[in-house]
């Protein structure tokens, strides 16, 4: 007998689902010649989106001091350059020293978690979630508490509902403005009432700011750090979505409220940075390049852009849809649509997206991948060209048309 090597008890229940089973599905019906729509990943690169040539360039002009490891924490000039972008937007006492840059946010998440979690201790997350959060909890020996997103509240959580979770071991609460998958961009009132939570509970408030400045129809974008004034507040951003930089692999966290709170905490997130040496040194030279240059998504999210045009095709193929509902997306890259329970009483996200892959050829990502249980939702992303997105609609509603009359 063959003894077989077995992966850790911790990954039980872990899921990623945005690169899971039915991506491999479609890369096996893509290899076999059968051209794939794939609304999967927010990956811009792959839909012919660019980052900006300043980018580019200064990384270019940097590629000979890139050679060595860096500090820990990232680049001076990059920490100077987000540390100031945090301070513009009302951050309280950020500095280079409370600033992370790392391999993407991804890395960061799990770093933050890291540093922050004892066995058994809770965190707040939003369902819908980006499942990375969820993952990263698991992971680190916490546990999960999800507060609901829904749609019939705009995918706006119920603060009453997130400090009915709080028990003795929370310890964070996480938020992603503008959210993945939903679209939903919070507004200010809201984030006074989580900081209200989080003061009473003294939790440390973690803000996923990806997506800070692609935003739709002038939906305003509060940062959650002005909010949080002298709370501790960790706040994060990169390179990937609103530059359009992902494989850059950049992200950073911004730690700001009272150091003395913080202080400690700041110390283990050092150690944890420093155990795995620096983040990718050649890509950190784009971060001031990025930040000090002007902005260069609103070309592409306001009227006449092609992020902007998507979107308007999205949402006329759900008003022109017999099956579909959707709370516009204020922001982001995400539709999230739902299967009205009017036109099909029964549905089943995971089976859905599988006949829409097997039948017309399209990848979308079920609701349920996103710690949404018994979702009845879909996640689209913005990215592909507008005229497929047009045709995505028309397969759907094939499948959809099938599944309502079997
Ligand atoms: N957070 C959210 C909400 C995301 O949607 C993503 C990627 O899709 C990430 C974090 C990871 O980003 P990065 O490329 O910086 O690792």
């Given at each position: 007998m063959v003894a077989s090597i077995k992966p850790s008890?911790?990954?039980?229940?872990?899921?990623?689902?945005?690169?899971?089973a039915l991506t491999r599905r479609a890369r096996e019906l893509e290899a076999a010649g059968r051209p794939i729509i794939k609304l999967n990943i927010g990956n811009p690169g792959r839909y012919g989106f660019e980052a900006p040539a300043h980018l580019r360039e200064a990384i270019a002009a940097h590629l000979r001091d890139s050679e060595a490891y860096g500090h820990e924490q990232g680049l001076d000039e990059a920490r100077e350059a987000i540390a100031a972008q945090q301070r513009a937007r009302g951050?309280?006492?950020?500095?280079?020293?409370?600033i992370f840059v790392g391999n993407g946010v991804s890395e960061l998440i799990d770093l933050s978690l890291r540093a922050l979690l004892q066995p058994g201790d809770e965190v707040l997350l939003p369902?819908?979630?980006?499942p990375l959060w969820s993952a990263a909890t698991i992971l680190n020996g916490g546990t999960p508490r999800h507060y609901r997103c829904l749609a019939e509240n705009g995918h706006l959580p119920d603060p009453a509902e997130v400090e009915a979770l709080v028990t003795p071991r929370t310890r964070a609460l996480v938020l992603i403005n503008p959210n993945n998958p939903t679209g939903a961009v919070y507004p200010r009132a809201l984030l006074e009432q989580l900081v209200a939570i989080a003061a009473r509970h003294h939790l440390l408030l973690l803000c996923d700011?990806?997506?800070?400045?692609?935003?739709?129809?002038d939906t305003p974008f509060q940062p959650l750090a002005e909010v949080a004034g002298e709370l501790p507040c960790i706040s994060f951003g990169g390179l990937s979505k609103v530059h359009r930089g992902c494989g850059y692999r950049i992200g950073w966290l911004s730690l700001s409220g009272n150091p003395a709170r913080t202080a400690e905490y700041r110390d283990a997130l050092q150690l944890l940075a420093a155990l795995r040496l620096c983040a990718n040194v050649t890509a950190q030279w784009a971060i001031p390049a990025a930040l000090q240059g002007?902005?260069?998504?609103h070309a592409l999210t306001a009227p006449g852009g092609r992020l902007h045009e998507a979107r308007r095709v999205i949402l006329e193929g759900v008003a022109s849809s017999n099956y579909l509902d959707l709370v516009a997306p204020a922001g982001a890259l995400y539709a999230f649509p739902q299967v009205r329970t009017d036109r099909i009483a029964t549905f089943d996200d995971n089976a859905f997206a599988l006949r829409l892959l097997d039948e017309e050829s399209v990848l979308v990502v079920p609701g349920t991948s996103f710690n949404a249980p018994a979702s009845r939702h879909l996640r689209l992303t913005l990215l592909p060209q507008p005229a497929d997105l047009a045709e995505v609609f028309v397969r759907m509603e094939r499948v959809l048309a099938r599944m309502a009359t079997e």
């Open positions: 008890a911790h990954l039980a229940d872990v899921r990623y689902e945005i690169r899971g951050a309280r006492h950020v500095e280079v020293e409370r369902s819908p979630d980006y700011e990806i997506y800070d400045d692609i935003l739709y129809d002007a902005p260069t998504i």
